[in-house]
C-alpha cells in the first residue's frame, strides 16, 4: 500500500442540505463531499449510480449488524425495498435521514433483543450434555428468518457464552451474571453512540463499496494510522486481536509498560478493562475496536487489566494486572537481522544472516524520520561485515507500508533498475526506479507467507523477476492486494470549515491506482506464488483480497524490457526444491504443522462449537496433552548446532562493532528449512563460482599441444 497524504480542492461549489451539525460541523456537507470524491477520484471512475447503491447500502447493514444476529430479513427487505435505488442521490446531495433512520432501527432490535436476554439468561433451559452445536462466525450466515429463528439462534449463543463461562471456572450463577453484565453493557455502549458514530459508519460504508481499501477514517482512526508510519504510540504496549468471544494479546511490544511489567503473557485473554479506581467494563464479546477504545488512553493514565490465561480452568486464575500508559518506541515492528552460526556434521562452520521486516515504515519528505530502507540499509552493512554467505529476507505477515521505502529496500540488493509500474484511473503508467546503489550480489532468500501483502510483494516479485533471489512461501501464494491509496483529508477539501474544527473532519482513504510488476503482471487477487513451497500456519481459507468483498479486478500491463539492463545468473531452483523436500519428509516439527493447519482448516470449514461440556472438556484436556507430548517429544530432537546472535534494530545500533547478545527461539520450522535452502544455495553458488574461476584460470594457461610458428 501506498499512503501519501493528498488535497484536492474545488468542492466549494458543493450543494449539500445539512441534516446534522455537532460541534459547528456540518455532517451533511462532510457526507456530500466524501462521496464526491469517491466518483471523482477512485481508481475504477465509478458513479454512484443504482448498482453502486445497492451494495453501498448493503455494506452499511453489514457494518451495522456484522454477524446477522439483529435485524431480520422482513427488516432488511423492507430497508432495501425503500431506499436502494436513492440512497446513493441522498450522500452526493448530504441528505443523511435514512442513514440515522437505519441506525436508529439497528439500536432498535438490540434493545429489543437485550430485553429478551434478561428472562433468557435466568430461566434458560440450558442443557449441556446433549449433541446441539452454535455457530460460531455469522458474517456469512443469512439474516435471521423471522423472530422465532432469532429466538433459538440467540438462545444456542447465550448457551455456548455460558459454557464458556463454566470452562473458565466459573459457576453458573456467576456466569450468568457475566453474560447479562455483557448484554446489558452492549446495550448502554450503543444508546451512547451519537449521530456523529452513525455517519462515520455511514462513510465508511460508502467508501468499502467501491473497494475494500478505501474508507473513511475518523481523527483517532488517523492518529493510529500515523503511530503506524512512524513507529510510535502512546498506550501499554499490547498487540490484541479477536478470538471468539475474547480479546487475545498477541505479542507485547518491547519496551513498553506490559512487557517490562513482565506479568501479561502472549495468548493471555483481557476479559475487563478499568481506567484509574473507575470500575472494570467486562469486554468479553465485544468488537476489537470497541476494546481498543477503552485501552486508549493519555500518557500517565492508571490501566487496570483482568486476564485469563490460555489454559485457565479456574476463576482463581483470573489475574488483576495494573499497567501505566506511556510513549512508546515500537522497536518491534522496526527491521532487525540476526547472525545465524551454525556447524555442519562434517565440522565445517557457516555464518548466515536473516532480516526481518514487519513492515514497510517511513516518514516521506521528513528530515531525521525513521526509514525503513535506511535501516535495512545499516543492517546489511553489519551482516557482510560479519562475512555472511547468504542472506534471508522474512516478509511473512508484512502488511507493506510505504511503497517507496520497497523500492528503496529493493535497490540495495537490485541496484538502480526499475521496480514496479504503478497505473492511475487515467490509464498512465508510471514507473518506480530504486535510486539505492546495489549493496549485496550474494545468494539471497526471500520468505513469504499467505498474509504478506501489497509493497512486501512487490519487494519479492522484483527480486524473483530479476532472477535475484530465491522466493520461499507458503502453499498458498501471498495476499494479493495490488492497489495503491492515498489520504484525502477532508479539512483541506472543504475550505470553508474553521481551521480549529478541520482536524475533526477525518480523512478518505482512497484507492487511486494499481501495481504491477516489471513482467507486465499483477499482483491483484493473483499474489505471489513461491518458488520453494513450505507448509505454513497461515495456509488457511478466506484470508486473502479475493475473499473481501469489492475487490479490484485482476488484469495486465506491458512488461518492462528490463532483463538485457541487469545481468542476471539462472537459480538453481529445481535442485533446491529437491533438496528441500528430501528433508520436509522426515522433518517432526513439519509434520505437527500440517496436523494443525488441517486441525484450524476443519475448524473453520466446520465453524460450529459443540454445546455438550464433557466433549469440550475432554478437547481441551486433549490439546493439553498433545503439547505435553511434544515437547516431551521435542527433548529428544538431535541438538542443532546453531547460534543465533541478535541484532538490535539498525536505527538503535551506536557502535556498530558492539557485543551482541545471544537469543533463543521458539521452534519454527520455515526459519530452520529456510536457512537450511539458503545454506543449498551458497554451497551451489561457492562451487559454480570455483568452478568458473578454474575455467578461467585454464583458458589462460597455454597448451602445451599448441605449436608455435
Known sequence: M?????????????????TLTAGGVDYGTISSAVAHVLEEAHYSRQLLNSDLSRQFLSEYLDNLDAD??????????????????????????????????????????????????????????????????????????????????????????????????????????????????????????????????????????????????????????LEDLDSDMSLSMVGIGVVIESEGRYTKITSLLPGGPAAADGRLKVNDRIV???????DFVDVSGMSIDHVLSFLRSKPGTRVRLRVIAPDSTAAAQRREINLVSRNIELVDDAAKADLVERQHPDGKKERLGWISLPSFYGEP??????????????????????????????????????LEEAVGVAGLFLGQVPIVQEKDRAGKIYVSKADERRLYDGPLVVLTDHLTASA??????????????????????????????????????????????????????????????????????HGLTADIQLPSPEDLPDEAESDMKNPLAYDETKPLHFAAKVATQTLPIA????????????????????????????????????????????????????????????KLF????????????????????????TISTSPDPIRAESLNILSDLANISAKKSAAGDQLAENSTKPDPAAKTR
Open 2 to 18: 501506498k499512503l501519501v497524504r493528498s488535497t484536492i480542492h474545488g468542492f466549494l461549489a458543493l450543494v449539500a442540505v445539512s
Open 68 to 221: 446477522h444476529l439483529f435485524f431480520t430479513k422482513a427488516d432488511v427487505d423492507a430497508i432495501m425495498a425503500a431506499h436502494a435505488a436513492t440512497i446513493g442521490d441522498d450522500v452526493l446531495a448530504g441528505r443523511l435521514d435514512t442513514a440515522l433512520e437505519i441506525f436508529d432501527l439497528y439500536k432498535k432490535r438490540v434493545n429489543e433483543r437485550v430485553d429478551k436476554i434478561g428472562p433468557l439468561i435466568k430461566t434458560g433451559p440450558f442443557d449441556f450434555t446433549g449433541t446441539r452445536t452454535v455457530e460460531l462466525n455469522r458474517d456469512h450466515s443469512p439474516w435471521l428468518a423471522d423472530d422465532s429463528t432469532a429466538d433459538q439462534t440467540w438462545h444456542d449463543r447465550i448457551e455456548g457464552e455460558l459454557l464458556d463461562e463454566k470452562l473458565n471456572g466459573a459457576p453458573l450463577d456467576e456466569c450468568k451474571k457475566t453474560i447479562w453484565s455483557r448484554y446489558d453493557l452492549l446495550r448502554n455502549e450503543l444508546l451512547k453512540e451519537s449521530k456523529k458514530d452513525a455517519v462515520a459508519i455511514f462513510l465508511n460504508s460508502l467508501a468499502s463499496a467501491y473497494d475494500p481499501h478505501s474508507e473513511y477514517l475518523r481523527k483517532e482512526d
Open 272 to 278: 475487563a478493562i478499568a481506567k484509574g479506581d473507575g
Open 365 to 402: 519528505g521528513e528530515s531525521g524520520a525513521r526509514s525503513v530502507t535506511r535501516d535495512v540499509r545499516n543492517l546489511v552493512i553489519r551482516l557482510k561485515k560479519e562475512n555472511v554467505s547468504g542472506m534471508v529476507i522474512d516478509l511473512r505477515n508484512n502488511p507493506g507500508g510505504e
Open 456 to 525: 512486501a510483494e512487490l519487494l519479492a516479485c522484483a527480486l524473483q523477476d530479476y532472477g535475484r533471489a530465491v522466493v520461499v512461501g507458503g502453499l498458498f501464494p501471498t495476499y494479493g492486494k495490488g492497489s495503491v491509496q492515498t489520504i484525502i483529508e477532508l479539512g483541506e477539501v472543504l475550505q470553508d470549515v474553521n481551521p480549529k474544527e478541520s482536524d475533526q473532519l477525518g480523512a478518505l482513504q482512497l484507492t487511486i491506482a494499481k501495481f504491477y510488476r516489471v513482467n507486465g503482471q499483477s499482483t491483484q487477487l
Open 575 to 634: 535442485r533446491l526444491k529437491e533438496l528441500s523436500a528430501t528433508r520436509i519428509a522426515t522433518d517432526q516439527e513439519f509434520k505437527y504443522l500440517t496436523e494443525d493447519v488441517e486441525r484450524a482448516k476443519n475448524r473453520e470449514i466446520a465453524n460450529s462449537l459443540s454445546l455438550n461440556e464433557a466433549m469440550r472438556r475432554a478437547e481441551t484436556e486433549a490439546g493439553k496433552a498433545r503439547d505435553k507430548q511434544r515437547e516431551a517429544a521435542r
Open 638 to 661: 538431535p541438538a542443532v548446532a546453531e547460534t543465533v546472535i541478535h541484532i538490535a534494530p539498525a536505527s538503535r545500533i551506536s557502535n556498530p562493532h558492539q557485543p551482541l547478545p
